[in-house]
């Protein structure tokens, strides 16, 4: 099973729509998929002693990450880098077993021209310290309020291309890193 990470707990996020888009592409390859969006995130989590006890109702998200076997990550950019929500949520997860040794792919949406490029590469260098097997096709969407319609898809035909390459190419990163594992 692979998981999506909406990035953002922002309501209403273009990191939300462009995640349904690549939700999209998987369930044309018939990949199993579970969605962790952060916006979801119970509020309890985010009580100070959540660091040393983490609520039961953390625990979903938890297994949902311990339980795939590729991580895909659309984050936007805020300011310059990752949203802190993204940045807790991965420090409030089991170390090191969460990242380690799994894939990860990256997608990165910002209004601005470079499309998240910094929050993308701040987050290579931390699954990167997690020993995470980092899948180097990167999609950046810049000025992404003016690359989605009003349904929420791409206008970009060849954007729409590049995500759905993205996600082919990630299911077949992921699925050779498994065979490699096995023969070990």
Known sequence: MMTLVVGTNRPGSNSRKVAGLI????AEMKVPLAVIDLAKLPLETFLPVSYKDKPVSFTA???TILRSSGLHVVTPEYNGGM???LKYFIDMLKFPESFERRPVCFTGVAMGAWGALRPVEQLQAIFGYRNAYIYP????IPRVHEQLDESGGLKDPEL???LQAQAVGFVEFVERLQRISLRS
């Open 83 to 85: 949203p802190g929500v």
């Open 137 to 140: 096709e990167r999609v950046f």
């Open 61 to 63: 998200f938890s297994d």
């Open 23 to 26: 939700e999209h592409f998987y």
């Open 160 to 162: 729409s291309a590049r």
